[in-house]
């Protein structure tokens, strides 16, 4: 019998364990590369852990170039922003040169740039050259942080987000004498006590010897100025306080003044009754620039509140007393009465207030007498002024009254 012999398209045993022995290492091959890869996909790739090598001294070991480098950059644009609001300013200053500036350009650069703007610029190169130094990105990224911080800048100012609050208004008025007290406290100095104070004393002295010397004691030779905080002036005294009593006029001072030929000036004594029916006299007016501080809180279109005229009522006490201080021909010749006006005529809080006023100036007269007088100030010395706890408002800084 012949033996079977398989087609030649069928594999024989041999054939395939040698098939099987050739892929045996091409299949561990591969499993050898999965592995590799698989590794590989769980550990982390060398450049983010280079890169995570130099991040993290950057910022955990050099914290303070950070700081510096935000803290130059800030400055710079600080400083920037102001030069770049000047010279908006100076855009819209460019109409008005011959109206506001009477056509000096160099008046409208003044007005528009910061009065410190000769150590402005040094600041801004040495502050520009700092923060190119410690900038650790390129010229375009600081240059683009830069000017982000001065857009911010620049939309707080056209938003009004940088506006002067309230005390500082009053601050920079008061320090550069903007104020509506400060021209006419200087206006009521210049225009009446400046001649009518020295030549007080010698009118006073005139009228005793025409009326059995009404007024005997010299302390009380002052013009005793009244100073109500409300700025409510009564045209008759009586009216204010029916204890307050119209005696006579001291002699005229007759001058010429602003083209005016032989100007009469004159003041008024008033008796005070006291609780023991007894009358002190002395010589007193209200001070009149008061009432136009008064009559502008009532016009409508000077725009000036309640609240502003108190404001101004107290700093036109406080600079009418300053420039009377430094005066030395009116020292001794004048008596501010600063009180707030209780509203009441039948309180008689006025004349009270007076007869307070004429006793302490008796009680200078006595201890001068006796060798032990010490000059009193307004600020100081004199009894605080009465002055309630109500809704009225103060001054906006602390050195007010």
Not at 102 to 129: E, I, K, N, Q, T
Not at 191 to 198: A, D, I, T
Not at 302 to 317: H, I, P, V
Request: proline share 5%.
């Amino acid at each position: 019998m012949r033996p079977y012999m398989p087609p030649p398209w069928v594999p024989s045993c041999r054939d395939l364990g040698c098939a099987a022995e050739r892929q045996a290492p091409v299949s561990a091959l591969a499993s050898k590369h999965q592995v590799q890869l698989s590794g590989l996909a769980q550990s982390p790739a060398p450049e983010q852990e280079t890169s995570g090598q130099h991040q993290e001294p950057h910022c955990t070991e050099h914290p303070w170039n950070y700081m510096a480098e935000y803290l130059t950059l800030h400055v710079t644009a600080q400083l920037i922003s102001a030069l770049l609001k000047g010279f908006c300013s100076f855009a819209e200053e460019i109409w008005h040169v011959s109206s506001r500036h009477r056509g000096s350009w160099r008046r409208v650069v003044s007005a528009c740039l910061s009065p410190s703007l000769h150590y402005h610029m040094p600041l801004l190169l040495v502050s520009g050259f700092a923060c190119k130094a410690l900038f650790s990105g390129s010229c375009l990224q600081l240059f683009l942080k830069l000017i982000l911080a001065c857009l911010c800048h620049l939309l707080n100012f056209t938003f009004g987000l940088q506006r002067p609050s309230a005390v500082e208004m009053s601050e920079i008025c008061e320090k550069n004498n903007r104020n509506v007290a400060h021209g006419l406290a200087w206006s009521y100095y210049v225009g009446y006590l400046k001649f009518v104070l020295p030549r007080l004393k010698d009118l006073i002295s005139e009228f005793n010897r025409d009326n059995k010397n009404l007024l005997a004691c010299k302390e009380t030779w002052k013009l005793h100025i009244l100073l109500p905080l409300s700025c409510e002036i009564y045209n008759d005294l009586e009216k204010a306080d029916s204890h307050i009593q119209y005696c006579k006029d001291l002699p005229e001072l007759v001058l010429d003044r602003a083209g005016t030929k032989r100007r009469v000036y004159k003041q008024s004594i008033y008796g005070v009754m006291g609780e023991d029916k007894k009358l002190s006299y002395c010589v007193v007016e209200y001070a009149t620039p008061l009432q136009s501080l008064y009559a502008m809180s009532q016009d409508e279109s000077a725009a000036f509140s309640r609240q502003d005229r108190l404001e101004q009522a107290q700093l036109f006490c406080r600079t009418l007393e300053e420039i009377l201080q430094s005066s030395k021909e009116c020292a001794g010749c004048y008596r501010l009465v600063v009180y707030e006006d209780s509203g009441d005529s039948n309180s008689h809080f006025l004349s009270k207030e007076l007869l307070r006023h004429i006793r302490q100036q008796h009680l200078e007269e006595y201890a001068m007498c006796n060798g032990s007088h010490q000059p009193a100030t307004f600020l100081s010395e004199e009894p605080v002024i009465m002055i309630s706890n109500s809704e009225l408002p103060g001054p906006l800084r602390s050195d007010g009254f």
